[in-house]
Each structure stands twice: as C-alpha cells, then as structure tokens.
C-alpha cells in the first residue's frame, strides 16, 4: 500500500462501483487519445487499459510513477510530470482523473479550453464540482460557473462519501462530465470573461459598483451599457447568465 502525500493532495479512490462508471462516462471515439490525470495507485487506469484506445497517464509522485511502470508495463504510456503545466496531446483525446483538490481548478480549466478536448470526466471537491455546474442566482454560482459555460456544458455524474478514499478526505467528492462546445459569444471569450472577473470583484456588490472604473468606464457609462443590454440597473453579477454578459460586454 502507497502512504499517501499530503504536499499533493493525494487521496486514492478505492470504490470499485465508481471506478465502472467514471470510465464508462468517457465514451471515447475509436482515435481518441485517453491523458489520465493522477493515477495514483492505479484503479482508473487498470480500468482504462482494458479499451483498445491509447492511454497517456500524467503522474506526478516519481514513487508512484515507478510503480505504475512496474505493474503496467509497456501498456500504459507514463509520464512523471505535473498536469497543471505538462503538455497536452495535438490529437483529440478525452481526460480523465481524480484531481487533487489543491490543483483540480486550474488542471479543469486548461483541459477544457484546450482545442483538442472532447470530453473531460474529472473528481473534484463536491463545492468545486457544484460551483462547477451551478445555476444563477444559486450560492455556488460565480466566475468558474461562467468560465466552465465559456468552454463546455457540465453535469455531474455522481457523488461519493470520504469513505471511498484512502485515506478519506475531510469533505465529500463529486464528478463531473464536461463536453466541450461553442457558446456562440458575439464578443471574445477572453473579453467576457475578463469582464465576468470584474463583475464578481465583490460578490454582494451591485454589478455597477464592480464595473465602475473597469477600463476606466465611469459609473454612468457602465449604467448606459447596462441599459442597451437590457440589465437591470441594480443587478448583482450572481443573477446573470452568461449570454447577459455577452451582451455587455458588446456594449462596453
């Protein structure tokens, strides 16, 4: 048995129920290449061996990348490397893996704005995975609600109790399907979400209040712009969509 590593987050998946259906999810196409994120010690990627599909795992722990050599062999196409800044195939692929909880949102975000996703399943926190999916006007609701929209539609698959990790975390997990698509923005991804940022600056402020002085708009510009794009003059950045702020940023 492996003794986990605090330093990065690791908590390994022992429930072999949820092991079937997190890789059932990743449906790949005959070509699609499977990067597996973290494999830890194994589980998923046991599992994913047995699809005719090539599978690259990204693993980080040298001590657990050894063993993962030793018990797969030639199998499994290993590289002892960090996700949140290793490189990703130039050739369609599906991701998959349990993210460590410290690193999950940014390894999530560069996946899903990579041009060659076709479909991410990844095990986050469970408040990361709801904030992930979640609806406006809704607590999780924010800047990651809106980026993961920017880039792919989300849901999540199932939740699992500490108990189906060894050791157990302190909170519950979740995982989450996201599939790449085109949110047909009539503005720039870059643009609306670099003004998406600025509208939850202060979450309980008044979307004005955030926006007033954002490239260097004054308040009645703001409130102008806000009006064109039929936005209630004293909303909060929390209840919009993001089709709302595509229309801003149209007008600004």
Not at 49 to 57: D, S, Y
Not at 63 to 81: C, I, Q, S, V, Y
Not at 204 to 224: A, I, S
Request: some cysteine; aromatic content about 6%.
């Amino acid at each position: 048995m492996t003794r986990p590593k605090k330093k990065w987050g690791q908590n390994f998946l022992r429930n072999r129920g949820a092991v079937e259906k997190i890789v059932a999810a990743v449906e790949p196409a005959p070509d699609d290449v499977i990067v597996e994120i973290g494999p830890g010690e194994g589980v998923l990627t046991a599992k994913l061996l047995e699809l005719p599909n090539r599978i690259v795992a990204i693993e980080i722990d040298p001590e657990l990348a050894a063993r993962l050599r030793t018990k797969f062999g030639d199998k499994l196409e290993l590289r002892n490397e960090d996700a949140v800044d290793a490189p990703l195939p130039d050739t369609p692929y599906r991701a998959i893996g349990n993210l460590p909880y410290n690193v999950g949102t940014p390894i999530l975000r560069r996946v899903i704005a990579d041009p060659h996703c076709r479909r991410a399943v990844f095990m986050l926190q469970k408040e990361v995975a709801d904030r992930v999916s979640a609806k406006p006007g809704s607590d999780p609701y924010g800047f990651l609600t809106l980026y993961v929209e920017a880039y792919a539609s989300a849901r999540q698959l199932m939740t699992l109790d500490p108990r189906s990790f060894h050791p157990p975390p302190k909170v519950r997990s979740a995982v989450v399907v996201l599939d790449p698509r085109d949110p047909g923005l009539q503005s720039s991804r870059e643009q609306v979400l670099d003004l998406i940022s600025a509208s939850f600056r202060m979450r309980r402020k008044k979307l004005v209040n955030n926006l007033t002085g954002w490239r260097e708009h004054t308040r009645e510009q703001v409130l102008e712009a806000m009006g064109r794009a039929g936005i209630d003059l004293d909303a909060r950045a929390e209840t919009l969509a993001l089709a709302d702020f595509d229309r801003l940023t149209a007008q600004l």
